[in-house]
């Protein structure tokens, strides 16, 4: 038997698998977009739908060439619709994001407008004390009005809220271009060679629009996650947006208290002015706390509670009558809280 007889009779089955057919892949390709526009699903659509074909040369009559040549420029076509699609997901995203953030900053502007809205007759309560009391001296509230005035400033009050954060820019357009018809209708000719060149420019063309696809895809997966950050923050930190506004009002608060502990009753009631302005005085510190309340500041110390060391900070223990033993005994400065979050700690004395 010759050498070639026996190369034949030996030569190795081939038993690669069949490659997919463009039908099957375009279907895979659709499938996996459409479930990642609608779900949160991290799935890139377009891993492994464009495998390596293979490198073996094949035999094609003019036909075939033709259809093949036919149902590229349709992948290539379905492709650029998907990747609109990805492109108006992304706008929608990039329009969420922003209406998020919007709402985030919006909505700590109005609260802060709206507590300020709440304490600005405290304020003009102050103004009138201070200027119509001549005969006395107000430089304390003038100082406590023109600290809760500054404080006013200092975040912005008034009744408009901030302005809206315009829309993040659209993304590009597409510049990849097509060209070659979807419906080009080649006569037969026998120049084989101008048809292959044909389908090298879709394949070329298939292959950038299917990266830009997997870019694309990439970005709508990135801006989903942004978006669940920025719902999840704004729900977790509404509730304190008031935070630093109230360390600051509490500051006056402070005032208020001093400017009625520092008129004991003896001068009070030996000053008949000094009485009324004093009174005047409280009213505009229960107004002040009930106005705390209504946004969720509230103090945490009083003569007679359980001491707590989370809320509370002893300065020292002193002996009290009758008063049980860890009890607050003195409120020397007083602790608040928002939404039970600790503002500030309270300074106490605690009864042995």
Same mark, same amino acid.
């Given at each position: ?5 026996? !190369?034949?009779?030996?030569?190795? %089955?081939?038993?690669?698998?069949? +490659?997919? &057919? $463009? =039908? /099957?892949?375009?279907?895979? #390709? *659709? ?15 377009? !891993?492994?739908?464009?495998?390596? %074909?293979?490198?073996?040369?094949? +035999?094609? &009559? $003019? =036909? /075939?060439?033709?259809?093949? #040549? *036919? ?27 922003? +209406? ?253």
């Amino acid at each position: 038997m010759s050498d070639k007889n026996q !190369e034949e009779q030996t030569a190795p %089955e081939d038993n690669t698998t069949a +490659e997919p &057919t $463009l =039908e /099957e892949r375009l279907s895979k #390709l *659709q499938e996996r977009a459409k479930q990642n526009m609608e779900d949160d699903d991290d799935t890139n659509p377009f !891993e492994g739908i464009f495998e390596e %074909e293979s490198d073996e040369d094949e +035999e094609f &009559t $003019l =036909e /075939e060439l033709q259809e093949e #040549l *036919q149902e590229l420029n349709g992948k290539l076509n379905e492709i650029k619709q998907s990747n609109d699609n990805i492109r108006v997901s992304l706008q929608s995203l990039d329009t969420s994001i922003a +209406e998020v953030e919007d709402k985030a900053n919006s909505y700590k502007q109005e609260q802060i407008n709206a507590l300020g809205a709440e304490l600005q007759p405290t304020l003009e309560t102050l103004t009138e004390i201070a200027e119509n009391n001549d005969s006395l001296d107000t430089s304390g509230l003038t100082m406590v009005q023109k600290q809760l005035s500054d404080t006013f400033n200092k975040f912005s009050v008034s009744d408009t809220t901030t302005a809206s954060t315009e829309n993040a820019p659209t993304s590009e357009d597409n510049t990849a271009q097509n060209d070659t018809s979807s419906e080009s209708d080649f006569k037969d000719t026998d120049d084989m060679d101008k048809i292959d060149a044909q389908i090298d420019v879709v394949c070329g063309l298939l292959d950038k629009e299917a990266a830009t696809g997997q870019e694309l895809t990439n970005e709508m997966m990135t801006k989903k996650r942004t978006l669940k950050r920025a719902s999840r923050d704004f729900d977790a930190k509404k509730d304190f947006v008031l935070e630093k506004f109230a360390k600051e009002l509490i500051m006056v608060a402070d005032n208020i208290d001093r400017a009625i502990e520092s008129t004991p009753t003896e001068k009070r009631q030996a000053d008949k002015d000094l009485d009324q302005m004093t009174t005047k005085i409280e009213v505009v510190a229960q107004s002040l706390s009930d106005s705390f309340n209504k946004f969720g500041i509230e103090k945490t110390a009083k003569t007679g509670q359980k001491f707590d060391p989370n809320y509370h900070n002893a300065l020292f223990a002193m002996d009290v009558k009758d008063a049980e033993k860890n009890t607050i005994a003195q409120v020397m400065e007083n602790g608040y809280t928002l939404n039970k979050r600790l503002l500030r700690e309270a300074k106490v004395g605690i009864a042995k």
